[in-house]
């Protein structure tokens, strides 16, 4: 990543589906228990499958009140597009 931030997704697979999402890395998020809704909201929406999802994951967060330091939506949207089970 850009300035040399670690942004790491590591997905949960059971039987061949996604049904959880970890996101670390060196960043900050604030508020942090909020880190926690975003991942489920991105297996929620099948982030990986999504047109468009750096859209949905920045209106998400905006909406909720959160905000990163480390990462932006653009680089979540980036790593999901690669996630398989």
């Known amino acids: 990543m850009a300035g040399g931030k670690t942004l790491v997704l590591d997905l949960e697979c059971q039987e061949g589906s ?3 999402l970890r996101i670390s890395g060196d960043f900050f998020f604030h508020p942090e228990e ?3 809704r975003l991942e489920s909201f991105l297996v ?3 982030a990986w499958d999504l047109d468009g999802a750096e859209d949905r994951i920045a209106k998400f967060m905006q909406e909720n009140g959160f905000r990163s330091v480390g990462f932006a939506p653009s680089d979540l ?3 999901v597009r690669g996630l398989r089970c």
Request: zero cysteines; a negative charge; hydrophobic letters at 40%.
């Open 44 to 46: 929620e929406i099948k």
């Open 18 to 20: 996604p049904v959880g």
């Open 34 to 36: 909020g880190l926690e």
């Open 77 to 79: 949207a980036y790593l």
